[in-house]
DNA sequence: GCGACAG
DNA sequence: ATCTTGTCGC
């Protein structure tokens, strides 16, 4: 994968081992139906204050959303962003966060693809495996694949597709609004990650876990100034 | 060969 | 992700 013209050449050696890593960490991914009793659901989300990261998770409780934890860490960045590697610079962070939920979650919805990815490892898909727990990865934008737009109706669903196989679905969370891009993460499978994703989804384009994260991130940002 | 490229 | 102004609509 070549990369944007406007971000820095990343090393080509070190792209060498971390997609060795990837490939590693792939064959772990397990796509199937969920078997669990689906009570508390996690979203995560990160941001960015100069070389620092700020982690953040939140845990509501299911069907309610209704918000029970949030927590958050905060520490240095490792590596830049790389397309393709996102998982790399974003989970080790993520990971410091989710050891602080006093009750850990069923299900952890990610904001970035699961499989829908280059060589099948997004950042939903690598936290699964990471926490051995389940995932399902909501993006806001296209990394790989090809799609038709949905109708313009929330609710409505077109498949995104790569090398002949269905990677995710862009599911329409509002009207009128731009869509948003689901995948199965870990120990999921499209079908129930495209359920829940559309459940989740209230009032916003995105669903609450994923909006509720991103919402205290900017809250929490402002603590550690 | 020319684009496209999660956060 | 982050940098940024005004603007449209519920």
Known sequence: MAWPSHLPPPDPLVVKELTARQEELREQVILQKPDFQLNWLAGCDSSFIGENILSVFVLLKYPELELMEKVYHYGPVELPYIPGFLAFREAPNLVKAYAQLQQKPDLIMVDGHGIAHP??????????????????????????????????????????????????????????????????????????????????????????????????????????R
């Open 119 to 224: 060589r099948r490892l997004g950042i939903a898909s690598q936290l699964g495996v990471l926490l051995n727990k389940p995932t399902l990865g909501v993006a806001k934008k296209v990394l790989t694949g090809k799609y038709e737009e949905p109708a313009p109706v929330k609710g409505s669903i077109t498949p995104l597709t790569h090398r002949g196989e269905q990677i995710g679905n862009v599911i329409r969370t509002k009207d009128k609004v731009k869509p948003v891009f689901v995948s199965p993460g870990h120990l999921m499978d499209l079908e129930t990650a495209t359920a829940i994703a559309l459940k989740t989804a209230l009032k916003h384009k995105l669903p609450e876990p994923t909006r509720l994260a991103d919402h205290y991130a900017e809250v929490f940002k402002a603590e550690v």
